[in-house]
């Protein structure tokens, strides 16, 4: 075989292949077929002899997984309009499949939400019901098979809550096939005869289960404060002046009250034009009592960018009533 007819075979092979397997096992509609052979030693030599070609199609397998994307509970707030909490359909069986989204929510929790709409996330992650598709869960969309979709499911939170109030939402999928024949919570096993991709039995891979998301009322509330604590016009008299020249000590406070954990504080502070800190990257920026270098290489999470005359000070993660945190820098009038 010449080695252009060689990678021909090879890759007609690959595309055969690719066209039914999926992770999901052979796709809805193959036909799969297979024949016997025997062969024997007679008088004459070697005889061979075959059975008849046996065939048979490979029916749908119905199988949509759910997957809560959230990490640990969702801090809202009472009363809060689309609270959104995040799942992963997909579908794990080997037809093309749409499914309907069934929530319920718990009774012996806190509170219940009102629920809101269902949004396919265009793939950034947040959600923003301007830009990200409704989900039309009356005649959902189909998915391929092996292939998933990002689901926001929004809330209304009541008002007037209690802090760490909770409340569950448990969320499942339903093949739109079953439901079209009114099995809205089809056994493994179950089948609908002839509503498979191809003209195939749709039969359903495992009984219908949710996952469970939960809503944490939370008045977390982070404040910061900014002082001049001095002014030095750096003359030789002590002196207090706000002249070109002078150095201003500011100290910001950072307060987190509530219940809860405020997450990933980051503290900006863009200077005006007319002030820079005082030795710029090779400066000093103290926090909660500890001078932190300005350069932006090191890893202590401070820093000061003397393109955006800006200072970041990364807090990372405090507790509601923990002690308030203290930033002081000198900046230096232009
Ligand atoms: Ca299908
Ligand atoms: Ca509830
Ligand atoms: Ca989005």
């Known amino acids: 075989m010449s080695k252009l007819k060689k990678l021909t075979s090879i890759i007609s092979g690959l595309l055969l292949s690719a066209s039914y397997a999926y992770g999901a096992g052979t796709g809805a509609g193959a036909p799969i077929s297979n024949q016997a052979t025997v062969s024997y030693d007679a008088g004459a030599g070697t005889v061979t002899a075959s059975s008849s070609t046996v065939t048979f199609t490979v029916q749908e397998l119905v199988k949509g997984t759910v997957a809560k994307l959230d990490a640990g509970n969702i801090s809202v707030s009472s009363p809060e309009t689309n609270a959104a909490m995040k799942f992963k359909i997909k579908n794990d069986g080997n037809g093309s499949e749409g499914f309907k989204i069934v929530v319920s929510q718990d009774s012996g929790d806190d509170f219940d939400v009102t629920l809101g709409s269902f949004y396919i996330d265009d793939g950034d992650g947040i959600l923003d019901t301007a830009v990200d598709t409704l989900y039309d869960n009356a005649n959902p969309p189909a998915i391929a098979a092996d292939a998933e979709l990002t689901i926001w499911v929004t809330s209304n939170i009541p008002s007037s809550l209690a802090d760490a109030a909770l409340a569950n939402l448990n969320v499942s999928a339903v093949s739109a096939t079953f439901v079209a024949d009114g099995q809205n ?136 009533g923990d002690p308030a945190i203290a930033i002081q820098f000198t900046t230096v009038i232009q």
């Open 185 to 320: 919570n089809p056994n493994a096993g179950a089948v609908v005869a002839g509503s498979g991709d191809s003209g195939t039995d749709a039969v359903n891979a495992v009984a219908i289960a949710s996952v469970t998301s939960t809503f944490v009322v939370s008045d977390i509330d982070v404040t910061i404060a900014k002082v001049i604590s001095a002014t030095r016009d750096n003359l030789g008299a002590d002196g207090n002046k706000s002249v070109p020249g002078a150095d201003v000590d500011y100290t910001l406070t950072v307060t987190v009250t509530g219940t809860g954990t405020a997450n990933n504080i980051v503290v900006s502070d863009p200077l005006p034009a007319q002030l820079q800190l005082k030795d710029g990257i090779s400066g000093t920026i103290t926090v909660d009592g500890n001078p932190e270098t300005a350069s932006a290489a090191d890893s202590d999470g401070t820093s000061y960018d003397a393109n955006t005359n800006t200072i970041t000070v990364d807090l990372g993660n405090i507790d509601a």
